[in-house]
């Protein structure tokens, strides 16, 4: 069993940086694979970024070069690192934790991106 809290969601300006966390306990987390994905109001939930046990990572076209997953295996967190914040990158933003047949959702940190 792995529990997941998101962190570090807030209002930016458009052009700006956040980073968010997703701190796990329960044991096991480096073997895990971590996502975020993102939920904007009326769409469906989306697949941003994503990074293997063995830290390869994998983007969606639409943060490509903007966004930058990571991990930390002695702190049991995933990181999302978001520059050049666009409007439409406004969502609730979740990690996802999966191994196998497994997977553990957190509960979303809101990330609003003004003009």
């Known amino acids: 069993q792995v529990q997941l809290v998101e962190s570090g969601g807030g209002l930016v300006q458009a052009g700006g940086s956040l980073r968010l966390s997703c701190a796990a306990s329960?044991?096991?987390?480096?073997?895990?694979?971590m996502d975020w994905y993102r939920q904007a109001p009326g769409k469906v939930r989306e697949l941003v970024a994503t990074?293997?046990?063995?830290?390869?990572?994998d983007y969606a076209d639409f943060v490509k070069g903007r966004f930058a997953i990571s991990r930390n295996n002695t702190k049991n967190t995933a990181y999302l690192q978001m520059d050049s914040l666009k409007t439409e990158d406004t969502a609730v933003y979740y990690c996802?934790?999966?191994?196998?047949?497994?997977?553990?959702w957190g509960q979303g940190t809101q990330v609003t991106v003004s003009s």
């Open positions: 996802r934790a999966r191994r196998s047949i497994y997977s553990y």
């Open positions: 329960g044991s096991g987390f480096s073997l895990y694979s």
């Open positions: 990074i293997t046990s063995g830290g390869s990572t």
